[in-house]
């Protein structure tokens, strides 16, 4: 199993996972309205690959899981990333590689200085990795959520403490992290600025 950063090659096999993952209708949600016209963040967006999947090899491996993120920005100019969405194929989801792909990807945006993430998610499973209601309590997302849902992480203490306002779409650019590219890969661990290599998960039978 690899860990690995997303390639435009991935781009239709990640589309399927997401379409099963999430269904036909997964664009009509509010945290859609933030994505569309807007690249996600490359650096930060990983797959997993599984090169011993049944019908595959190490030259046309398997997908089963993926993360993005997106530059977002509030209504008072501050700059931040939302995370999401992140999907992993049915027959894997006992293998824990989600929350890999959550570390790792955080891992990545820290070292590379972004200041702070932002999902809509279940906040007993996010939790466990450092998000919570507090930084997003003066943040609007630009439809309907469940509040309980809408979860911040701050890289930077304080870095949201005055965030205020609606959330919209901002360029990539425009979320420039402290750090150059040239100073994380030499402070980040080497499995989160390349590509990670991991013990083959057994997959959970389809029933």
Request: aromatic content about 6%.
């Amino acid at each position: 199993m690899i860990l690995t950063t997303e390639l435009p090659a991935h781009a239709g096999a990640i589309e399927r996972l997401l379409d099963t993952a999430f269904g036909p209708k997964r664009k009509a949600k509010t945290v859609y309205r933030l994505r569309r016209g807007v690249a996600p963040v490359a650096d930060l967006c990983m797959v997993a690959l599984d090169e011993e999947a049944p019908g595959y090899s190490a030259a046309q491996p398997r997908l089963v899981a993926s993360i993005r993120y997106w530059p977002v920005m509030a209504a008072d100019g501050t700059m931040t990333l939302m995370l999401g969405p992140i999907a992993v194929a049915e027959d894997y989801r006992s293998a824990g590689l989600g929350g890999q792909l959550i570390r790792a990807s955080l891992a990545r945006a820290e070292a590379l200085g972004y200041a702070s993430v932002l999902l809509v998610g279940d906040a007993p499973y996010y939790n466990r990795f450092g998000f919570t209601r507090t930084p997003v309590l003066g943040l609007k997302l630009p439809g309907p959520v469940e509040l309980d849902r809408f979860l911040g992480l701050e890289f930077i203490p304080g870095s949201l403490s005055n965030a205020h306002g609606m959330l919209g779409r901002a360029p990539a650019r425009t979320v420039a992290p402290a750090a150059t590219a040239e100073t994380a890969a030499a402070e980040a661990p080497a499995a989160e600025t390349g590509v990670a290599k991991l013990a083959r998960p057994r997959r959970r039978a389809v029933r």
